[in-house]
């Protein structure tokens, strides 16, 4: 195996609304890895490893860098962040209440029926230097698993 850059220079981030049933969070943060790896502009950059056990059997597409889960107190939190990124031109996915119940053409519908000041955001997935999205992302937690007490 060739050398590896330093893992700790790059990472993915996941912020999550900690308000929203963690089920359904889980659906959300697996519709916005997807998206993300598949419009990333540069695949490579993302660090995907081969892993393979000692039978041959090949374990691919696991990412070199850290993924770190956070949350956040509410939607308006990842509304921010959002807004932040886009203005870094930083990219990323994120996800909304919209794009949930009915099929996916209801779920486009709604989206483009709702203004963005209205959206309510589920969670964001990131990707990028390490050095940039720290400062971006300390005000989150790491993200707790279970039901979140009703609103």
Known sequence: MS???????KRFVAVLNKKIEAGKLMNALGHMTAGF???YPNIEELGFL?????????????SHYPFIVLQADNGNQ???LRNELQTRGIPFIDFTSTMTVGTSAEQVERTQATPE???EYWGICTFG????LKPLTKKFSMFR???PPSP
Do not use: F, M
């Not at 081969?50 to 696991?62: A, E, F």
């Not at 230097?129 to 940039?132: D, F, I």
């Open 37 to 39: 790896a598949a419009n």
């Open 50 to 62: 081969q892993y393979q056990d000692k039978d041959g059997g090949v374990h691919p597409n696991i």
């Open 117 to 119: 000041a209205e959206l």
């Open 78 to 80: 990842i509304r921010a």
């Open 145 to 147: 698993s279970g039901t």
């Open 129 to 132: 230097s390490a050095e940039v």
């Open 3 to 9: 050398t590896l850059p330093n893992e700790t220079t």
